[in-house]
Structures are given as C-alpha cells and as structure tokens.
C-alpha cells in the first residue's frame, strides 16, 4: 500500500508542479495545445524526481514522504543512473496501462488484477533490478550486516 500512495503521491505533485508551470499559457490555448504543453513539463519532472532525485538520495518525493528507498539488487546499494533510467523508462510504459490490465482482469474473471498472479516477492522487483524497500528495513538490514563483519 505504501509503494502505490508513494507512486500517487509522485504523480500528484508532478501534474500540479506541471500544471503550475504551464497555468500562464493555458488561458490562451485550446485543450488540446494545454496537453501538449503540459506533456514536456510532466516528462522533464518526472525523470528529476524518478532518476536524479533518486540517485542523489534514495528516492523520489513520494517514497521519501512514505519512508521507502530504491535499492539495487543483491547488494542493497544505491542504484546507478543507467538502472534509474531504465526503470524510469519502464515506469512510463507500465503505470498508464494499469487500468488498462485491471479492467482486463475483471472482464476475464481472474480477480481483480494482474498482481494476484504474481508469486511471493515478484510483485516488488522490477525489470531494472532495483527493489523498493522501507527505510526501517534498510536501517536494520544494515546493522544486521555491520554487526556479522564487526
């Protein structure tokens, strides 16, 4: 649940910061001229809060608020820019499909969406091999590690 109010959250901020920048020239454009100015404000964001922020920190806005990192398999480091890029590539492909598969799911009658089927920690590994944990976790993880080698 956390993982998906961090992903709202993400999203939220990024429409309104977009919306806020794009509010000037709105007035005076047709609805289909405001989507596409809001498009390059959207992408540009989002690849700051999706890749730079995370590569700088650990995570986007919304994971920071919701007390998650991206972490990069199996070492539990921070993940490099290529990984973030790649997962933020997928991420664009990925999340406006979600309805898509959702609605899909219900009308075949295999419950309500494609997460049911995932087996046990597949639902939260991604394609670029970075893996979203709590921050508490990591803390404790790291201890637990430091503790073995000292």
């Avoid at 100015?37 to 890749?51: A, D, E, K």
């Avoid at 709590?134 to 790291?142: C, G, I, K």
Wanted: proline fraction near 7%.
């Amino acid at each position: 649940m956390r993982r998906y109010l961090a992903v709202g959250l993400d999203c939220y901020l990024c429409l309104v910061t977009s919306g806020l920048l794009v509010r000037p020239y709105a007035h005076s454009a047709a609805v289909p001229q405001v989507v596409g100015l809001l498009i390059g404000p959207v992408l540009v964001l989002s690849f700051l809060n999706q890749v730079m922020l995370t590569a700088v920190v650990g995570a986007g806005v919304g994971k920071l608020i919701m007390g998650i990192r991206v972490v990069s398999l199996p070492d539990v480091g921070r993940p490099g820019p290529v990984r973030l890029v790649r997962r933020w590539l997928y991420g664009l492909c990925w999340l406006p499909l979600q309805p898509w598969y959702g609605v899909r799911a219900r009308l075949a009658g295999d419950g309500p969406g494609p997460r049911t089927a995932c087996a046990e920690g597949a639902a939260y590994s991604d394609p670029a091999g970075l893996r979203q944990v709590r921050r508490t976790d990591l803390v404790a993880h790291r201890r637990a590690v430091a503790g073995r080698t000292g």
